[in-house]
């Protein structure tokens, strides 16, 4: 069974930053293109980033220039550094194999006010 479990969110201000890690088992982060994705209420789930076993990265456009993805393959982690933060990135965020698994974390809340 795949364990993920996200942690880092939180409430911040318009133009704050936040970083998130999840804690992945070791066997399907050890082949996967590892992902961020979010959902926000209402909204279908959106993929946000996106990191390869050969460190290729790729961002939502909406994402661009303000998000960053990184994986640790020592600790089975990715992170998620999220800068200049808009409301619109408001969303439960999960992390997952890209494509993802059947299984899915709780999740960590992430809410910027304006």
């Known amino acids: 069974q795949v364990q993920l479990v996200e942690s880092g969110g939180g409430l911040v201000q318009a133009g704050g930053s936040l970083r998130l890690s999840c804690a992945a088992s070791?066997?399907?982060?050890?082949?996967?293109?590892m992902a961020w994705y979010r959902q926000a209420p209402g909204k279908q789930r959106e993929l946000v980033a996106s990191i390869s076993l050969r460190v290729r990265t790729s961002y939502a456009d909406s994402v661009k220039g303000r998000f960053t993805i990184s994986r640790d393959n020592a600790k089975n982690t990715v992170y998620l550094q999220m800068n200049s933060l808009k409301p619109e990135d408001t969303a439960v965020y999960r992390c997952n194999a890209d494509p993802p698994t059947y299984y899915w974390g709780q999740g960590t809340q992430v809410t910027v006010s304006s």
């Open positions: 070791a066997y399907i982060f050890k082949i996967s293109t």
